[in-house]
């Protein structure tokens, strides 16, 4: 028979099975999806962090040299006399992929056959087959291998299926200049290089130069956007493409219209070949290069492209990590490479190797610059803005994907995802139950910081 004694006993034991399994499901509870307390705590606008940053960033004469060494690279497609970049730099994909298993846009894997049939189209053995010069009349993607089917690892691995689609190599901006050197046995897929990149474009993005084209499209000044989302149409009011910072091109004949700023676009003819035709877009979006480097028009063009979601490769005319950087300094006439580890060795980097937490925040702060310096980890960089006025940090403006996080019963860990252009501390998601420790703090796996104009 129960007793109040007997029963108290039990009813302690239930008690504290409850709480702990209360306490177990909200450790496990995920934050929402996307946000991080830096996104939270840490006001999403880049002039938050600048406002003491007044005049040019460096003198304008400094900026004169860039500009005329940038415009120089950007050209460079059109003044060559032979390709860029050598053969195993262009079928970089064919070594990356065998002995690979590789995964479909349905996460199943590739069919065996599926690399040879891409072999044989890319006539590698017949590389370069062409020298023709060409610009961009659409933002068009560039390929690894001439086929727009992506190509994933293991989709069930961290880091690995949706966005991080390999054969991605790079969205090209219309009125881009590039030289055409190959094409596939069908004829239906172009190689091409810019000055930064090489890899396999549909024709339909593609017109073919001639002389008259590049004397007009180099002789006058060049125009840039400031802000993201800005369409841009022919005079006539036919939609050609969607400007974007970090597009390049001549300013209209005319120096603007009524409804709008003036500017000159590249369209395609039905014989392939491009004619330059006087367009407009919204007014406020459009300066003549180079930018003036002031803290203001910084912040800017960095809060236009704040919030968007990040584009591996420049997938859905998205930005990665190193796109945003390349973008936003080619409007003050600065070339950056295309990849994150190229733009650390673009000049002389600072190592932060070996150093602990509170001597690489110290030495951030004591040897960067803001908006001009670069802080590389294997496989991202960040742009340093400054100190946060409210912890005295250093704060970041970046493209991430997601922090590394421990995932229980795996070996392997999960990713907490953020997805987008934000701005945050050295330690985003620090507060995360699961964040994986020390490698998911961004501070303990920053190495080296890179400064693009001294």
Known sequence: MNTKENIAPCMNVLFFWLVLSMLALASCAPRQEGMVRDLEVLPQSSAHYIPEL???????????????????????????????????????????????????????PADPDWLGIMRQQSDISGYPSR????????????????????????????????PFDYLQNTLVPAGTPVLITHVTRDGDWALAETDYAAGWMRWSGLALVDDDFVQKFKSGPLAGFVQDQAPVYTAGGRHVFTGRVGMLLPQGESGGLKDGQGIMVPVRDEHGQAALVEGKTRSGVLQKLPVPPTGDNFAGMMDSMLGQAY???GMYENRDCSALLQDLFRMYGIFLPRNSAQQKSFKEPVSLEGLAREKKLDKIVEKGRPLLSILYMPGHVMLYLGKDPGSNKPVVYHSMWGLRTSRVWHSEPGRHIIGRTVITSLEPGRELRNLARPEGLLINRVTHMTTVVD
């Open 131 to 162: 020298h023709k010069r060409a610009v961009t009349v659409d933002n068009a993607d560039m390929r690894a291998m001439p086929s727009r089917s992506p190509v994933f690892l293991d989709p069930k691995s961290p880091g690995e299926g949706f």
């Open 54 to 108: 007044t005049g040019e960033l460096f003198s304008l004469e400094k900026q004169g040299e860039l500009y005329r060494d940038f415009r120089e690279a950007y050209f460079g497609p059109w003044t060559r006399s032979e390709p860029k970049f050598e053969a195993q730099d262009v079928f970089w994909g064919f070594d990356f992929i065998r002995n690979r298993e590789v995964y479909k846009e349905n996460y199943l």
């Open 311 to 313: 584009g591996w490769g």
